[in-house]
């Protein structure tokens, strides 16, 4: 269908307008300042390649495709790139967009090209796929790409930004999803990999598009705050330049503006105003060596007062994406409070364009661990040590765990520097150092002082970990732990305990259901049960039990696929009806209502739950009640082991002291209280109170109601 003339005049006129800004001709002038002619010819014939298999393509703003990659081949060319990953950038669309295959791109521009074009395309549709688990899997199709060749997590930023940068053309529910997805993972990853300028753009574009009317309010009340302070800056600029020269000191001092983002997380990190943001205006003092970082800051300390508490030395303590420099907060004339950081200009460059750093300065050996590269190397294998055997869904959420901006250096009792996320635990801190060790922790030691588990550590703390030889990973601590490794060790030994708990349990319930229809158990490992198993589409018997353990099988329904031809029908009821023992150690796999909480000696009966196994239900419960015949028969154990909860509501009189008679009365029968509400007065000065107690048995809560009822003031106790 032909589009109407005005948006064919649009499109022409957006056409050329792009062109001079984004077309070969401008790449191949920038390209000039620091490419030999025979690669910049290189880089014309990946163009002249790619707009041959995107022609009759277009965006959604009206341009030709080819604009896209030469846009991103200008960013990646700005930061002085070398002409592979130019080609790859201008070709990075081809193998998912067009017909071209990786071997094509290899046969024409070489196997690393082709690996760059290949690491960045996404992965195609996969049936029974979602669109968020295909995005993960092509999430984690690029950071193996990276493990390989490290150039290409910078083509996909480089792509990134120029569609921000363009982003008004698609629809608002799409911008914000792609602006959120890029301060999620795009904008840290670009943090972590110490790319200062890409981090920037990205964080304050996507902060835009996410959230249009803070940002337009905050930009103005910078903007108008910068205006205000032109004559601060000079005056700061002019006096430390001054001292420095006084002191021998070659240096650079200039102002600098903050990225709209980073002042409104910190507003919200602190519950600031605009006003009380001390580091809105920022100075950088760049010197020639490391000795003279420490004598300008000394100068600068000399010049203008410092603000206790706001120095960090991150020359002597780097941050992980290699970032060096020493940070301080003075008090410039007026009370405005200032940062200034001072740094060498190796360190400028790194902290500029991180990785990137040893295509622009040729900063020493590119494969050297100690450099930007190696570091990210390290990190990208640690990711895939920790979480690559995830699912798509749990890798993506693991690597956003990992992406901390701030760390915290703690030590090991032998004087180790262990580097972790801000707000990490000893259990991190544990995993940190070993798996092992981390599967066993029970408590931790900080600074000689013994503290919970869930306690944040601060840089500078010594940190022991005390473990115990039968402990294993607690839940709960999924609640606090910081580091992808943790999360990802906790979560896979609970799934494989859950797992065996279920072919226990599962293997119970069917044995049960085999002896109700009079089938021997040895059928379990006749030729019956292959055909049981193909009949499921199941691999062994084991996988059997789980599927009943966690409810996705019925016991009963199951064992009747074991009934020969000569044995009856299938659609008899089951025999005998025996109940299954409860333990109470059945763990993840059984579950207990709320509605009743069940506790050892109760009458009981059980629902299987898909996802949850066996919930348990008092006989008299309402729920227990509804359609009998889907319920599963149960005794409690002759040994039953833990604590259960159960209810109590108390009807008393509102006397002073009461609440703590009641807690002491309760603590002194070996019973605790996990929970008091008092929903309202029942009249007069009458109140209700409502207890969550746990217990061993009905013996047990039967004592415990004895000794409340014998305080003076409580009237009816009865279980709810």
């Excluded at 201008?90 to 998912?96: R, S």
């Excluded at 909860?645 to 002291?657: I, Y």
Aim: aromatic share 6%.
């Amino acid at each position: 269908m032909e589009l109407p003339v005005i948006q064919r005049i649009g499109n022409a006129w957006r056409t050329q307008r792009v062109a001079r800004e984004y077309g070969m001709e401008p790449l191949a002038r920038l390209l000039a300042e620091y490419l030999p002619q025979e690669q910049i010819q290189e880089v014309r014939r990946a163009y002249e390649f790619g707009a041959k298999e995107h022609k009759g393509q277009s965006r959604t703003s009206g341009e030709p495709y080819i604009f896209h990659p030469l846009a991103v081949a200008r960013v990646l060319g700005e930061m002085h790139m070398d002409s592979t990953t130019l080609c790859a950038a201008i070709l990075h669309d081809v193998i998912e967009d067009t017909g071209v295959s990786k071997d094509e791109v290899a046969a024409r521009f070489g196997k690393d090209v082709a690996e760059l074009v290949d690491g960045v395309s996404k992965i195609g549709k996969i049936e029974g796929m979602t669109r968020a688990e295909r995005q993960a899997e092509s999430f984690r199709k690029l950071l193996l790409a990276m493990t390989k060749d490290i150039r290409v997590i910078l083509i996909k930023l480089a792509d990134r930004l120029h569609n921000l940068r363009t982003l008004n053309a698609m629809a608002p529910e799409k911008r914000r999803r792609i602006a959120r997805e890029t301060l999620d993972i795009y904008a840290p990853i670009a943090q972590r990999l110490g790319i200062h300028t890409i981090r920037v753009e990205l964080e304050d574009l996507a902060f835009a598009h996410l959230y249009p009317t803070r940002f337009a309010a905050l930009a103005h009340g910078v903007a108008k705050q910068m205006g205000d302070a032109k004559g601060l800056v000079k005056e700061v600029e002019s006096r430390l330049s001054q001292h420095l020269r006084d002191e021998g000191i070659g240096a650079t001092v200039a102002g600098r503006d903050k990225n709209i983002y980073s002042i409104y997380q910190k507003m919200r990190r602190k519950k600031l105003r605009l006003l009380k943001v001390m580091d809105l205006l920022g100075f950088r003092v760049i010197v020639s060596k490391v000795d003279d970082c420490y004598r300008a800051l000394g100068v600068v300390h000399h010049v203008f007062k410092p603000v206790p508490g706001h120095f960090d030395d991150y020359i002597a303590n780097a941050k992980g994406n290699g970032y060096q420099s020493l940070h301080t907060s003075c008090v410039a004339p007026g009370g405005h409070k200032i940062e200034v950081q001072i740094r060498t200009r190796e360190m400028h460059h790194v902290a500029e364009a991180g990785i990137a750093a040893h295509w622009q300065y040729k900063l020493g050996d590119r494969s050297s661990q100690a450099g930007p590269q190696g570091r990210a190397k390290e990190w990208l294998r640690n990711v895939f040590d920790d979480l690559g055997t995830d699912a798509s869904m749990d890798f993506i959420e693991g690597v956003k765990v990992d992406l901390f901006p701030d760390e915290v250096y703690v030590f090991t009792p032998k004087g180790d520097i262990r580097q972790l996320p801000k707000g990490a635990t000893p259990v991190d801190f544990a995993y940190s150092v070993h798996s092992e060790l981390g599967d066993r922790c029970v408590a931790a030691r900080i600074d000689g002082s013994l503290e919970p588990l869930n306690s944040p550590l601060k840089s500078g703390q010594t940190v022991e970990v005390i473990t115990a030889r039968h402990a294993r990973p607690n839940a709960a601590w999924l609640h606090f732990v910081k580091t992808a490794k943790a999360r990802s060790h906790i979560r896979n030994y609970l799934k494989n305990q859950r797992e065996d708990e279920a072919i226990r349990l599962g293997r119970r319930l069917l044995e049960i259901s085999l002896r109700d229809l009079r089938i021997p158990l040895s059928a379990l490992r006749e030729e019956r049960a292959e055909q049981v198993l193909k009949s499921f589409a199941l691999n062994d018997v084991e996988e059997l039990f789980a599927a009943i353990g966690t409810g996705e099988r019925l016991a009963p329904l199951v064992a009747r696929r074991f009934l020969s031809e000569t044995v009856g029908d299938a659609s008899q009821p089951a025999g005998s009806g025996q109940a299954l023992a409860i333990e109470g150690t059945e763990g993840l796999v059984l579950d207990y209502g709320r509605c009743c909480r069940p506790i050892p000696g109760d009458e009981i009966r059980g629902h299987v739950s898909v996802g949850r196994g066996i919930v348990i239900h008092r006989i008299e419960c309402t729920h227990a009640k509804a359609r009998p015949h889907d319920w599963v028969p149960l005794v409690w154990a002759q040994q039953v082991q833990g604590d259960f909860l159960c209810e109590l509501m108390m009807q008393a009189q509102n006397k002073r002291g009461l609440l703590a008679r009641i807690t002491a009365e309760i603590a002194g029968s070996d019973a605790s209280i996990e929970n008091v509400q008092m929903p309202d007065r029942a009249g007069g000065d009458a109140v209700e109170m409502r207890f969550i107690l746990t217990v061993k048995n009905r013996v047990h809560l039967a004592r415990v109601m004895r000794r409340l009822r014998r305080i003076d003031g409580i009237g009816r106790v009865a279980r709810s």
